[in-house]
């Protein structure tokens, strides 16, 4: 164990009982090459997710009395102790290999990378295609109707098998080097959920290099609520026009 580093990681949970134990499970065993600083924040989960996590005893849970969306609930963590890295993770992440560790080891050997994402995976295997390059009008709403638009966005038919630079990391998983992450003092907390994983990469980008990393993976059961509800397709709309104006005219 490289005892000299310490990293660190938060979950975002609401109502996710069902599935949280496999993420934090997944976490807290596979670990061992840094030691960790482990955080769950609850956004006022009503289905006993905090009680739940808090009986596995390997985090520490971080119970809020309101729920403060995605970007704001990870922010809580500014104001604990934290590692030289961070990862942000979702509650649907799983995965049996020491990821941590090995993303951590390719930052050491980077420097100049400030943010990267590994390789997310369906449950059977099989790549999840999600964007990378910069949000824009026409991939945020054309591409939903243009399969050329959507894959230039996704990178659909790219092959990537060496760490390259992208343009949008996904908050389902990604790791930030800590004194970025405080510098840009987190998430935007305008978006209460959606694309604050784009703002903060864009963000990021100022900083140094963001990375996908692709001989790293971990597997994903992606919900894709926005495309099933009626109420989070209205705040992805939201989010996305919250986007576009703060970053009208703006270029890397």
């Known amino acids: 164990m490289r005892d000299n580093i310490t990293v660190s990681a938060s979950v975002v949970t609401y109502n996710d009982k069902d599935q949280i134990a496999a993420t934090v499970k997944s976490v807290a065993e ?4 840094y030691p960790l600083k482990f955080y769950v924040i609850d956004n006022a989960s009503t ?3 905090a ?6 005893g390997v985090a520490t849970v971080l119970r809020q009395t309101k729920n403060l969306g995605f970007g704001a609930a990870h922010n809580v963590v500014l104001g604990q102790e934290m590692g030289k890295y961070h990862f942000i993770i979702n509650p649907d992440i799983a995965f049996n290999t020491d990821v941590i560790s ?4 390719f930052f050491e050997n980077n420097p100049d990378v400030v943010m990267a994402m590994p390789r997310i995976l369906n449950p059977d295997g099989t790549e999840q295609k999600l964007p990378k390059e910069r949000p824009t009008f026409n991939r945020l709403y054309i591409g939903r109707l243009s399969n050329k638009i959507r894959s230039e966005y996704a990178w659909c038919n790219k092959d990537i098998t060496k760490p390259t630079e992208i343009n949008f990391c ?3 998983f990604f790791c930030i080097r800590t004194d970025i992450f405080k510098k840009l003092c987190g998430f935007d907390k305008r978006y209460f959920m959606y694309l604050e994983d784009a703002d903060l990469t864009l963000m990021a980008k100022r900083k140094g290099k963001v990375m996908m990393l692709p001989q790293v993976s971990v597997t994903h059961a992606w919900g894709r609520e926005s495309s099933k509800s009626i109420k989070y397709l209205f705040i992805h709309i ?3 026009f919250k986007f576009l104006f703060k970053w009208r005219g703006k270029f890397l």
Request: aromatic share 4%.
């Open 30 to 33: 596979n670990t061992q090459g």
């Open 47 to 49: 289905d006993g997710t």
């Open 51 to 56: 009680d739940f996590v808090e009986s596995l």
């Open 102 to 105: 090995d993303m951590v080891d």
């Open 170 to 172: 996904t908050g389902c």
């Open 238 to 240: 939201i989010s996305s």
